[in-house]
Every structure is written in C-alpha cells, then in structure tokens.
C-alpha cells in the first residue's frame, strides 16, 4: 500500500514540475508574441506613414512638371519677340 502512495506522490511532484516548466515557456511565448504584435502594428503604421509619403512625392513631381512646362512656355514667349 505504501508503494503505491510513494509512486502517486513521485508522479504529482513530477507532473507539477513538468507543468511549472511549461508555464513558464508559455509566459516567454506570450511576452515574445506581444513584442510581434507590437513590431507588427508599428511596421503597419510605418507602411501607412510610406504610402502617404509617396503620394505627396507623386504631387509634388506633377507639380515639378507643370512649373517646368510654364517655365519653357516662358522662355518660348520671350524667344519669339
């Protein structure tokens, strides 16, 4: 009877260790998931911050555009007097 106490004890100190170790792996895989999710929220702000960056980049070349074809239509002008 009393090998049978001592192996179901030996087997709880076991599970209740082997269980103490697994929470912990998950607490530093939840702590390195949070960091992802972080990571991934800031990169997606970055990308947002990008598109809009090359939209104005895109206005300002056509305004580039425009004030060179006025500057020619300028110089044009005063070519021809």
Known sequence: MWVWI?????????LIV???RLLGRLRVLERAARRLRHRQEQALAVQAKAEV?????LAVQERAERAQEKVEQIKAGLGHR
């Open 6 to 14: 001592a192996v179901v004890a030996v087997a709880l100190v076991v």
């Open 18 to 20: 082997a269980g103490t």
């Open 53 to 57: 960056m090359q939209e104005t980049m």
